[in-house]
């Protein structure tokens, strides 16, 4: 145990001229801040409140579909061209995507991945397989109407059709995405 070391007037003083004046606080408790919490960026919180606004406020009654029918999406300024070569299936498939079985949240959660990554790897046409709904109760197909939605919302999306029948029909679409169109 160490003793304690009396201080001498000289360094008393020393000590007082050093801190200067001082008042005595009002309370002897000490008041901890919460440390605050990590900072989120801003276009993410947006991204992710808009994510949220998607999967809850949609309805599905906005998208009359049967399990029949085709989709079909082009952005303005998209060539008449390059919608039929899609509608062709003449773009290469460099990626697939299937939503069979998948719930809304799921399904939206795994599109919007592939489509994150497919703009990664720089791909430029995709197939994503959604079903036509035919084992869905009464009210039609449910994912297909959904991924209309959520690609028209995408700013990487310049367009998409059904499939042909070869490649899933009804059932599924091709997906032009942006950058140089592929093929030429």
């Not at 050093?18 to 801003?42: F, Y």
């Not at 700013?155 to 042909?164: G, Y």
């Not at 070869?166 to 091709?174: E, K, M």
Request: hydrophobic share 40%; charged share 30%; proline share 5%.
């Amino acid at each position: 145990m160490k003793s304690k070391t009396k201080l001498g007037d000289d360094e008393i003083a020393i000590f007082r001229a050093s801190v200067g004046e001082v008042k005595r606080l009002q309370t002897d408790k000490v008041l901890r801040q919460p440390p605050r919490p990590a900072a989120i960026a801003w276009q993410t919180r947006r991204d992710q409140a808009r994510v949220m606004e998607e999967i809850f406020d949609f309805r599905i009654d906005d998208y009359d579909l049967q399990p029949g029918d085709a989709l079909a999406y082009s952005r303005p300024g998209v060539r008449k061209t390059v919608m039929r070569k899609l509608k062709r299936g003449q773009y290469r498939i460099d990626a697939e995507l299937d939503l069979h079985g998948l719930s809304a949240p799921r399904a939206q959660a795994a599109l919007y991945g592939f489509m994150r990554d497919a703009r990664a790897a720089d791909i430029r046409c995709v197939r994503i397989i959604h079903g036509k709904g035919r084992r869905s109760s009464n009210r039609g197909p449910v994912i297909k109407p959904l991924v209309s939605a959520w690609l028209r919302r995408r700013q990487e999306v310049l367009a998409f059709c059904s499939a042909r029948p070869v490649d899933g029909g009804t059932g599924a679409i091709y997906v032009l995405l942006t950058g140089l169109a592929p093929g030429g």
